[in-house]
């Protein structure tokens, strides 16, 4: 591939061949296009240096059917090529599988009611069961309803303060425990997503260490901010599963670097303002994370905890790939500058959203040029 002379100094720019992937995006569409749409998803991922990205399922209506699928990969002219999840259940209500054979057949690279646990373990069985068969991970938002009553965020300073309800750190790793017990049954493929808390990095070690087919992914914001940062009652700091303690950040990041979490993924959850300005207990979970999701994994895995480029790549290419059972386009790449030294400023960002806790932060790397089957689909001259 030729790329401009300019990106050949390897002291300031980092080449990444394929391009960055992630597993995990919400494009809002159909549904809410206020918040997100496919057009404007697919920019933020190209300016954020994304090749590829996986859809999520949860929109409105649910893409739990042949159509929706066929609507999310329809547009060949996106500067990302989408790779959609499909649902696991009818409705992403938990209570029937859906067609899952069909959704395979038109194109699903996984299956997930991600933002819904499916809470019935005999439906998860069969769900795993089925999709062993078709060779298509189960990703699962790892949370037991029964476990997070009304907890909007872990125990911390602010919570206390605010006498807001505690999500405990046992609704996701009781979840994760039951799925491995199921993974082990089946042998289906399965997928924690956004990895919250450090008693899941070591079920998940322990599964892999079994030699059971169980994968994990980080998120930049867990990564790099715990609940004990949040400085007052801002929902710009809520997601779901919520921020973990620092003892929860230190073990994602030694579970990234011993490769318990073989994949970095940014759960981009695009909101409008209004459903974000009513404070921790009323408003929606989710931040955006396509533009910053580079320079913040590279500023916490590789500067701070010395993470090799190499392995840093790793995580937004071979390991996604690997999990949708696809190969990184030779055609492909994301160049990134280790030297542009910038702050987040959400009023350039190419979402349509703005929800997130990391504006003014100051990074060095940042994706400057995204390449797309050979063709530039993104310039941070754009």
């Not at 068969?133 to 699962?140: C, E």
Request: aromatic share 4%; charged share 20%.
């Amino acid at each position: 591939m030729d790329l401009p002379e300019i990106y050949r100094d390897s002291s300031r720019y980092f080449i990444v061949p394929g391009g960055l992937r992630d597993v995990h995006v919400h494009f809002r569409d159909p549904g809410l296009p206020t918040a997100e749409t496919r057009a404007s998803g697919a920019r933020a991922a190209a300016a954020g240096g994304f090749t590829c990205v996986t859809t999520m399922p949860n929109t409105t209506p649910p893409g739990d059917n042949v159509a929706w699928l066929r609507e999310q990969i329809e547009d060949v002219s996106l500067p990302v090529r989408i790779a959609p999840s499909a649902c696991i259940s009818k409705g992403r209500l938990g209570r029937e599988v859906a067609d899952l054979e069909a959704l395979a057949a038109a194109g699903a690279a996984a299956f997930t009611d991600d933002g819904a646990f499916v809470d019935d373990a005999h439906v998860m069985e069969e769900a795993m069961r089925r999709a062993a068969k078709l060779n298509r991970p189960v990703m699962q938002h790892a949370v037991v309803p029964a476990l997070i009553g009304p907890g909007v965020m872990r125990d911390c300073a602010i919570a206390r303060q605010c006498r807001h309800p505690v999500m405990p750190p046992a609704a996701e790793v009781e979840a994760v425990r039951r799925d491995v017990a199921l993974c082990r049954v089946t042998g289906c493929a399965l997928h924690i997503q956004h990895v919250s808390c450090a008693g899941t990095v070591e079920l998940l070690r322990a599964a892999q260490r079994e030699g059971l087919p169980v994968t994990g992914e980080a998120t930049p914001h867990h990564l790099l901010l715990s609940c004990d940062d949040i400085p007052a009652d801002d929902a710009n700091w809520k997601m779901a599963p919520p921020l973990g303690s620092r003892e929860d950040v230190a073990a994602i990041r030694e579970g990234v670097k011993d490769g318990t979490l073989g994949l970095f993924a940014t759960d981009h959850a695009p909101h409008p303002a209004d459903r974000k300005a009513s404070g921790f207990r009323t408003s929606a979970n989710g931040i955006v994370g396509l533009e910053t999701a580079a320079a913040i994994t590279w500023h916490v895995m590789v500067e701070e905890e010395g993470l090799s480029p190499a392995d840093w790549a790793a995580r937004w290419t071979t390991g996604p790939a690997a999990l949708i059972h696809e190969t990184p386009d030779a055609d492909s790449c994301t160049v990134i500058d280790l030297k542009a030294n910038r702050a987040v400023d959400p009023s350039a960002f190419l979402t349509k959203s703005r929800n997130q806790p990391f504006t003014a932060r100051r990074f060095a790397a940042w994706p400057v040029c995204t390449v797309l089957h050979g063709r530039v689909t993104w310039t941070a001259s754009n």
